[in-house]
Every structure is written in C-alpha cells, then in structure tokens.
C-alpha cells in the first residue's frame, strides 16, 4: 500500500483529496504549509508527495528541492490553479514527476497517482535488469514519431550522422520536447549499443547527491553512506551517459565531471585511488549554458564536440497530426478507450494553441481528454478549461493599458492586468501585501498572477 504525503494550505480541498485517495487504498499523511511538509519528510518514508504549487508560506516546489538536499528521490505531482502550463513546466525541470490543474477531475488524479508509483516501480525493476543485463535498452518503446516535416528530416539526419562517432553531443531545446529520445536514438545508432544507456536527471541532484550519483563513493565518506557506491559512469562503462539538464550542475561537480571527460578517470567521494572509465556523454540543456554565467566554458566546448537543436511543437506543425494520432492510439490502449475522432472544435483549438510544454504537453492533454472521452469522439469538454479559454479568450490588442487611477483588479480584462500589477507594485514600492489591497485582491491571488505574468 503506497503512502502519500499531501501538502495543500486549502483545508476543505485536502480533506477531500485525503478521503478520496484513502478510499482508493492509499495511506494519506497531510500537512498544511512548505515547513510542516519538509518535516514530515524527516520523520516518515513516502512512496509519493503530492503537492499545491502556491502555499502559505512558500511554494511547492520548496519541498521538491528539501527532498533533493535529503537525498531522496521520491515522484512529485504539482497541482496548480494558474491558467498557465510553462508554471508546470518549470516544475518539471526541477524534477517533479507530473503535474495537474484545478479544478481536479478525480479520474486524472487517480491516473496520474498510478502512473507516478509504477514509473517507480519501472525505474526499479530496469535498474535491476541493467545489472544483469547491460546492453538493454529499457526505452524500446518510445513516445516519439520521426516526422516526415522538413525540421523533422534535419534532425534525424543529425543524429544519423553524429551516432556512429565517439564524439560528445550537446541536445539542446524547449523542455518537453523529446531531448532523451534523441539522445536514446544517438546511442541505439552508434557502436556502443549493446553497452548501458544511463540517464541521469541533473535537476533533480543536490551537490552533494550529483557527486555520489555521478561517481560514486566509499562507506563512511559522508553522513548517510553506509555502505559503498557505485556511480553512474561505472555503470555506463563503455556505454552512453546521458546528462538530462546539465546546466543545474554545481560549480564544484562541474570540475570532476571536465577531468572525467578529459583524462577518462573519476574518483568516487571519500575514495584515494581514481578508477578509469570508457564512457561516451551526451548532455541536454534547454538554456543558454555559457549566458547563465554558471557553466564552466572549458566543459562547454568539451560536452559541445557535436550539437544537436530539437524543434519545438511550434515549429513541427508539418508533423503535429502524425504526433496527435500516435498519441490517442497509445492512451487508447492503456486506458481502454476508443477515441476515433476529434470534434471540429477541439480540432480547432489543437490547431491554435501554442503548446509551450511541447509533445509532454500534447501527451498529457491527450491522455487526459481520452481519459474523459466516453465516446469514439473527443469533444471540447475534455480539455483542460484553461486551454480552451486561452484560446476563446486571446488578448486584445490595444494602443494603451489602462492607468492604475482605478486599480482594482477585477474591473480590468486579462489584456491589462500584466501593465497594471506592474504599475501598483511600482506604487506600492514592491510591498506585495500594500498591493494586494490596492488590486481589491488577496495576496496569494496577486503572487499567482505574478507568476503567470512572469513578473519577478
């Protein structure tokens, strides 16, 4: 039986969830702010969290990051009532597993609790089958279509090109946009395919955690190791390791990762002796590494030998039909489900929205909409409200935005709520609070509309 932990500050909401889950055989602990849940990560071992992105007295994402400086990797589902998908998006980067809108529709809860506790089992049972077996490749079914567009042919020819070399490949694009298939598609190419594919989420590792994680340690280096370990190059040895958001990396785990590259050996934590290794990296990022001033420039240009750009969804609208098929398809056979057809309206909205999470967007939109799809046509009332309203609801286009004479918040459409929150801040001198009043709103409604906004 899987325990849960959830934070949310909404009382009545939690109590629902926490009833509901308990009905489906969870266990269920809850906490009500940032710190309570950071506590009850010391004292107790959960199988999943389960976590409001905007809390009292701080964000969701805190916890994530205090269970990164733990040690733990334990899946995440974020849930957020902002009308906006990149706030999701971000979370994923850190390492959370899923993430779902309010309202929740009890169903995708259910399916996304599911898929989060056997991705971990998963995870388990191909870590095992790696140690006996090295030359697996526990990816063999791939969420992914080639493409036949003119972007999709570069990118294949790319890897087609780059695979059969020892040369080190930085992926770079938008997240959810299929960087670790490109990277599976390179070491399935190349001479190296019958040796181990490693796949390592750089977000999700503290310092002290990438270390260990990267290149190992001997028992008794650090609080915590009981026992020795063995690091990931090891166990890529003469395969493929692939750095997933390389550019969260501290400064410090950068250095070892150059000399690992460099002389080919590492040497795990706490350890006197260097171990060699023969193992070929293959890096992601979705940032500009040597802009954010926090990447080393030697390890750039040594992980950037070959660079491969992924396409955004935006930019493979030849190939986006091939994608929405492969999608239902697959969400049909795992859910029994038979979704033939879209309607004309949803059909429409496909088309016009802007897919900022790219094909992890458009996999879980379409899951979710064949989840709620009785029927073997989708209608419109199985997407996600926000995406539908985003797309009835586009902003205006105007000369000017309203003034902040009359600064309440509710009177203004959402074309000039951006201006003006930026306006009372200025007013307020930045005091949030002093704003909120000023907006006629509460404070967590003005630090989620700043989100949305992106305003820092």
Same mark, same amino acid.
């Given at each position: 039986?899987?325990?849960?932990?959830?934070?949310?500050?909404?009382?009545?909401?939690?109590?629902?969830?926490?009833?509901?889950?308990?009905?489906?055989?969870?266990?269920?602990?809850?906490?009500?702010?940032?710190?309570?849940?950071?506590?009850?990560?010391?004292?107790?071992?959960?199988?999943?969290?389960?976590?409001?992105?905007?809390?009292?007295?701080?964000?969701?994402?805190?916890?994530?990051?205090?269970?990164?400086?733990?040690?733990?990797?334990?899946?995440?589902?974020?849930?957020?009532?902002?009308?906006?998908?990149?706030?999701?998006?971000?979370?994923?980067?850190?390492?959370?597993?899923?993430?779902?809108?309010?309202?929740?529709?009890?169903?995708?809860?259910?399916?996304?609790?599911?898929?989060?506790?056997?991705?971990?089992?998963?995870?388990?049972?191909?870590?095992?089958?790696?140690?006996?077996?090295?030359?697996?490749?526990?990816?063999?079914?791939?969420?992914?279509?080639?493409?036949?567009?003119?972007?999709?042919?570069?990118?294949?020819?790319?890897?087609?090109?780059?695979?059969?070399?020892?040369?080190?490949?930085?992926?770079?694009?938008?997240?959810?946009?299929?960087?670790?298939?490109?990277?599976?598609?390179?070491?399935?190419?190349?001479?190296?395919?019958?040796?181990?594919?490693?796949?390592?989420?750089?977000?999700?590792?503290?310092?002290?955690?990438?270390?260990?994680?990267?290149?190992?340690?001997?028992?008794?280096?650090?609080?915590?190791?009981?026992?020795?370990?063995?690091?990931?190059?090891?166990?890529?040895?003469?395969?493929?390791?692939?750095?997933?958001?390389?550019?969260?990396?501290?400064?410090?785990?950068?250095?070892?990762?150059?000399?690992?590259?460099?002389?080919?050996?590492?040497?795990?934590?706490? $350890?006197?002796?260097?171990? =060699?290794? !023969?193992? /070929?990296?293959?890096?992601?990022?979705? %940032?500009?590494? &040597?802009?954010?001033?926090?990447?080393?420039?030697?390890?750039?240009?040594?992980?950037?030998?070959?660079?491969?750009?992924?396409?955004?969804?935006?930019?493979?609208?030849?190939?986006?039909?091939?994608?929405?098929?492969?999608?239902?398809?697959?969400?049909?056979?795992?859910?029994?489900?038979?979704?033939?057809?879209?309607?004309?309206?949803?059909?429409?909205?496909?088309?016009?929205?802007?897919?900022?999470?790219?094909?992890?967007?458009?996999?879980?939109?379409?899951?979710?909409?064949?989840?709620?799809?009785?029927?073997?046509?989708?209608?419109?009332?199985?997407?996600?409200?926000?995406?539908?309203?985003?797309?009835?609801?586009?902003?205006?286009?105007?000369?000017? $935005?309203?003034?902040?004479? =009359?600064? !309440?918040? /509710?009177?203004?459409?959402?074309?000039? %709520?951006?201006? &003006?929150?930026?306006?009372?801040?200025?007013?307020?001198?930045?005091?949030?609070?002093?704003?909120?009043?000023?907006?006629?709103?509460?404070?967590?409604?003005?630090?989620?509309?700043?989100?949305?906004?992106?305003?820092?």
């Amino acid at each position: 039986m899987a325990n849960i932990l959830l934070v949310e500050d909404d009382t009545t909401f939690a109590a629902i969830l926490e009833n509901f889950l308990k009905k489906k055989g969870f266990d269920v602990v809850v906490k009500y702010s940032v710190k309570g849940g950071i506590e009850a990560l010391k004292n107790s071992t959960f199988h999943l969290i389960l976590l409001d992105y905007r809390l009292g007295d701080g964000i969701g994402l805190d916890v994530v990051e205090a269970l990164q400086e733990q040690g733990k990797v334990i899946p995440s589902i974020i849930m957020t009532s902002f009308n906006d998908v990149r706030t999701a998006v971000k979370a994923i980067r850190q390492g959370v597993f899923d993430y779902i809108t309010k309202p929740v529709n009890p169903d995708e809860l259910l399916m996304v609790v599911n898929e989060a506790l056997e991705g971990k089992s998963n995870e388990k049972e191909h870590a095992s089958a790696r140690k006996h077996n090295p030359g697996i490749d526990d990816n063999t079914k791939m969420d992914f279509v080639e493409g036949t567009s003119a972007a999709a042919r570069k990118l294949h020819e790319y890897i087609a090109l780059v695979a059969p070399t020892d040369m080190s490949v930085l992926i770079r694009g938008e997240s959810g946009t299929g960087k670790e298939y490109v990277a599976r598609s390179v070491h399935r190419l190349s001479t190296r395919a019958d040796k181990p594919f490693i796949s390592i989420d750089c977000g999700t590792l503290s310092k002290e955690l990438a270390s260990s994680e990267l290149f190992g340690h001997i028992k008794g280096s650090f609080t915590g190791a009981l026992n020795d370990k063995t690091g990931q190059f090891v166990e890529a040895s003469g395969g493929t390791l692939f750095l997933d958001e390389i550019g969260n990396l501290s400064y410090d785990v950068q250095v070892k990762l150059l000399r690992a590259l460099q002389e080919k050996v590492i040497q795990p934590v706490g $350890a006197n002796k260097t171990i =060699n290794v !023969d193992v /070929r990296v293959i890096a992601a990022t979705n %940032e500009d590494l &040597l802009g954010s001033g926090k990447f080393r420039e030697d390890l750039y240009h040594r992980i950037n030998e070959f660079e491969i750009i992924v396409p955004s969804l935006r930019d493979r609208r030849g190939d986006f039909q091939q994608f929405v098929d492969f999608f239902i398809k697959k969400a049909n056979e795992e859910l029994g489900r038979n979704v033939e057809e879209l309607s004309s309206e949803v059909t429409e909205i496909f088309r016009n929205y802007d897919w900022p999470g790219n094909l992890r967007e458009l996999k879980n939109v379409i899951k979710r909409m064949v989840l709620l799809s009785p029927g073997a046509k989708a209608e419109v009332t199985a997407l996600p409200e926000e995406m539908v309203f985003a797309i009835k609801n586009p902003p205006a286009t105007i000369e000017q $935005a309203p003034s902040a004479e =009359n600064p !309440d918040l /509710r009177l203004h459409s959402e074309a000039h %709520e951006r201006k &003006l929150i930026l306006d009372v801040l200025q007013k307020a001198k930045y005091n949030k609070s002093k704003a909120a009043q000023m907006l006629n709103i509460d404070r967590k409604t003005l630090y989620n509309k700043m989100e949305k906004y992106g305003i820092e």
